[in-house]
């Protein structure tokens, strides 16, 4: 069993460049979600994905913007990079099975916006 | 979202047990309780979830309050692999069907003393 996948590790981009962060979920979950995580802190929500559908977002801007492919992968699009934009940003996948239910965090991608 | 309160941080030494408590005062009546922890430079990972009863898994113990108010995660025997951030988290509901979010504090950060 394949765990999630995420590319690439590391980024550097500038301000104001757009960037697509990827995301390969673990065999037979149907629901992705992003989160940010700056330095020093947990996690923040930013959306998730449920059979190619956004199904919730966190207090994040549009610029922040996803899809969901057929075969469940991920992609997370930030368009207009700021500063305050550079974090590890994680996906997670699961089975959606409701509030007993687990998610599974790849690596994450570090994005350093310079 | 319902909030949890934790330690920033906490020493335990080497193969004795930790206790790592959180109070969760506003949870309600279908709040699942969840720990995940985060080991240095990788992605949080599952530890174990409850909703009323005490749950033991091959990582861990949790024991809950009679009253939901608070809980425990115990590692019944330390090992320096343990050394993460540990996060305690309810389980908030992102739309009113299927899949749920996981809402990040700051955890608290397990040091274990060789």
């Known amino acids: 069993e394949t765990g999630v996948t995420q590319s690439p590790t590391h980024l550097i981009k500038t301000r104001g460049q757009q960037v697509t962060l990827r995301c390969s979920s673990q065999s037979g979950h149907n629901t992705v979600s992003w989160y940010q995580q700056a330095l020093g802190q947990g996690p923040q929500f930013i959306f998730q994905y449920y059979r190619e559908e956004e199904n919730g977002r966190g207090n994040f801007p549009p610029r922040f913007s996803g899809l969901q492919f057929p075969n469940y992968s991920s992609e997370l699009n930030v368009n207009a990079l700021e500063l305050d934009d550079s974090a590890l940003y994680l996906c997670?996948?699961?089975?959606?099975w409701g509030s007993g239910d687990t998610q599974y965090f790849g690596p994450g991608t570090r994005l350093t916006v310079l | 979202d319902a909030k949890t309160t934790q330690p920033n941080s906490m020493e335990s030494n080497e193969e004795e047990p930790v206790h790592l408590p959180c109070n969760h005062s506003?949870?309600?009546?279908?709040?699942?309780i969840h720990w995940y922890r985060q080991l240095p430079s990788q992605g949080p990972e599952y530890v174990i979830h409850?909703?009323?009863s005490n749950v033991n898994n091959r990582m861990a113990s949790l024991a809950i309050a009679e009253d939901r108010k608070s809980s425990t995660l115990i590692l019944h025997r330390a090992t320096l692999r343990d050394a993460a951030v540990y996060y305690c988290?309810?389980?908030?509901?992102?739309?009113?069907?299927?899949?749920?979010?996981?809402?990040f504090g700051t955890g608290t950060r397990l040091t274990i003393i060789p």
């Open positions: 988290i309810l389980r908030d509901r992102v739309s009113n069907f299927g899949n749920e979010k996981l809402t």
């Open positions: 409850g909703l009323t």
């Open positions: 506003t949870i309600s009546g279908t709040d699942y």
């Open positions: 997670a996948s699961s089975l959606g």
